[in-house]
Nanobody, 123 residues
Framework: VQLQASGGGLVQAGGSLRLSCAAS????????LGWFRQPPGKEREFVAA????????YYADFVKGRFTISRDNAKNTMYLQMNSLKPEDTAVYYC?????????????????WGQGTLVTVSS
């Protein structure tokens, strides 16, 4: 599966953005999906993940209550709704896919990656 993330941009602290991840491939609906981010000068880190049926979702502690992951299998698209953004949320955000049923939360759990979209939150 090939992935393409979009929706990043510049937003003020407290604002919102919605990221999208469009996928190609007929097996999209069977993949677990995830969002990761890489802040400037830091390693890539887990943000959120969702099972193939959207029945299970997982979040990093630092985004719980602010971000919501979702997917629309009919549109081959995953979303990340980001509210109450903080300057420390500034990063390149990547979407990722894993063909296994179990939902991973590590970079190593995902084999397919999008190109990343930059989110900048100003104070």
């Amino acid at each position: 599966v090939q992935l393409q993330a979009s929706g990043g941009g510049l937003v003020q602290a407290g604002g919102s953005l919605r990221l999208s991840c469009a996928a190609s491939g007929r097996t999209f609906s069977s993949y677990s999906l995830g969002w990761f981010r890489q802040p400037p000068g830091k390693e890539r880190e887990f943000v959120a993940a969702i099972s193939w049926s959207a029945g299970r979702t997982y979040y990093a502690d630092f985004v719980k209550g602010r971000f919501t992951i979702s997917r629309d299998n009919a549109k081959n698209t995953m979303y990340l709704q980001m509210n109450s953004l903080k300057p420390e949320d500034t990063a390149v955000y990547y979407c990722a896919a894993d063909p296994r049923v179990r939902v991973g939360v590590r970079v190593a759990d995902f084999g397919s990656w999008g190109q990343g979209t930059l989110v900048t939150v100003s104070s």
